[in-house]
């Protein structure tokens, strides 16, 4: 009878451990890791971002897609050129620079040269 026992005892502290044992996995599983989720923060989830055009309408000819951009970094320089009547526009980058920035900047410079707020020539004929 004492085996038994003794072999009744093996299996019950087998169980008791086996439970121990899954008690400290689930609360391993469900503990925080970071510092924000410790503290019940969740993060934001991620919007898409809509890619901008990097070919455009050349405000000359206006021909569809015949204005590409170009961005040089090292020399800092950018450059909107239309492939079609060739016409273009050029103008200071930096890092943050984009094409659709170097295209509007094109736009805006020739909405003031026909307002009048550009370089006006008068030639004598």
């Keep these: ?67 590409e951009c170009r961005i040089d970094p090292k020399r800092k320089c950018a450059e909107a050129s239309c492939w079609a009547c060739e016409a273009s526009h050029r103008t200071a980058a930096d890092a943050l620079t984009e094409p659709i920035d170097v295209y509007c900047e094109w736009i805006d410079e020739r909405r003031r040269a026909n307002e009048g707020g550009g370089v006006r020539r008068d030639y004598d004929g």
């Design 1 to 67: 009878m004492t085996r038994q026992r003794s072999s009744t005892r093996s299996v019950l502290l087998s169980d008791e451990s086996s439970r121990l044992l899954l008690r400290a996995q689930s609360f391993a599983s469900t503990r925080p890791t970071s510092p924000t989720a410790a503290a019940g923060v969740t993060a934001a989830p991620k919007k898409a971002h809509r890619k901008l055009g990097t070919v455009f309408r050349c405000p000359i000819c206006k021909r569809c897609e015949s204005v």
